[in-house]
């Protein structure tokens, strides 16, 4: 006996795309017979790159040295918002008073 022979008539495309593929086995495997063929060797085939990965142009100590200028850039802005924002309450508080 075939699948085909066992399968209904005709299955509504709104039950391919709903649970009840995991329970009904006739439209288990109507959904299986509807998925294309799977290449067994696909995951090896590995894309050929063209392009060459760009390297740091001086190494290590440039990229050391700008994290290190780029944290202390940071941290000069936060000092600098914080020290504005005290100046600014301490300000607010003369004017009240």
């Known amino acids: 006996m075939s699948i085909a022979a066992e399968l209904p008539a005709e299955i509504e495309p709104w ?6 593929v995991l329970v009904s086995p006739e439209v288990w495997r109507r959904a299986l017979e509807l998925l294309p063929e ?3 060797y ?3 085939v590995r ?5 060459v990965e ?3 142009p001086h190494g290590l100590p ?3 040295f700008g994290h290190a200028l780029r944290r202390a850039v940071e941290t ?3 000092a600098l918002v914080t020290i504005g924002g005290l100046a600014a309450l301490a300000s607010l508080a003369e004017a009240l008073h």
């Open 15 to 20: 039950e391919l795309h709903s649970e009840l």
């Open 38 to 40: 799977r290449d067994p």
């Open 42 to 44: 696909a995951f090896l």
């Open 47 to 51: 894309p050929r790159w063209t392009a």
């Open 54 to 56: 760009p390297k740091l």
């Open 62 to 64: 440039a990229a050391v």
């Open 76 to 78: 000069a802005r936060i």
